[in-house]
């Protein structure tokens, strides 16, 4: 399966996520991407860092983040995952060990249902290898 393949199937595909792109792990690269979900050098950069900030907490969790020009109140950062939330909408985005999966959901899906679409794809991921 193709990486756009994953995006518009696996993960938009689902109903419970509405735009999403994949990265690869040092976020400097851009493997698929839904239409119009620009995610900025900078903003990919620092989901890069807080994967690899050793703090307690970590920076990312009281400062938030950013995805598509869209500032994101952080509600967990671990080695693996980073969900943030605006309002009812709010992003999750897993890291794998090649790869960055990074999503949105809108007002209408429940957080829970986007983060196990999502932690799912991730998995699979891991498990073959990326």
Same mark, same amino acid.
């Given at each position: 399966?193709?990486?756009?393949?994953y995006?518009?199937? *696996?993960? =938009?595909?689902?109903?419970?996520?509405?735009? +999403?792109? /994949?990265?690869n *792990? &040092? #976020?400097?690269?851009?493997?698929?991407t839904?239409?119009?979900?620009?995610?900025a050098?900078?903003? /990919?950069?620092?989901?890069?860092n807080?994967y690899?900030?050793?703090?307690? %907490?970590?920076?990312? @969790?009281?400062?938030?983040? $950013? /995805?598509? #020009? &869209?500032?994101?109140?952080?509600?967990? +950062?671990?080695?693996? *995952?980073?969900?943030?939330?605006? #309002?009812? &909408?709010?992003v999750?985005?897993?890291?794998?060990?090649?790869?960055? !999966?990074v999503? $949105?959901? %809108?007002?209408? =899906? @429940? %957080?829970?249902? +986007? +983060?196990?679409?999502v932690? @799912? !794809?991730?998995?699979?991921?891991?498990s =073959?290898?990326y």
């Amino acid at each position: 399966m193709s990486w756009k393949a994953y995006v518009d199937t *696996s993960l =938009v595909g689902s109903g419970n996520v509405d735009k +999403a792109a /994949i990265f690869n *792990s &040092e #976020g400097n690269s851009v493997w698929a991407t839904s239409t119009g979900f620009n995610v900025a050098p900078a903003e /990919i950069k620092d989901v890069v860092n807080s994967y690899t900030d050793k703090g307690d %907490p970590k920076k990312v @969790q009281s400062s938030g983040f $950013h /995805i598509a #020009g &869209e500032r994101y109140v952080t509600i967990k +950062a671990d080695d693996r *995952s980073l969900y943030g939330k605006k #309002g009812k &909408e709010g992003v999750v985005i897993v890291k794998t060990q090649q790869a960055i !999966l990074v999503t $949105h959901y %809108p007002e209408s =899906v @429940q %957080p829970g249902a +986007a +983060a196990n679409i999502v932690e @799912q !794809l991730g998995d699979y991921l891991i498990s =073959v290898g990326y």
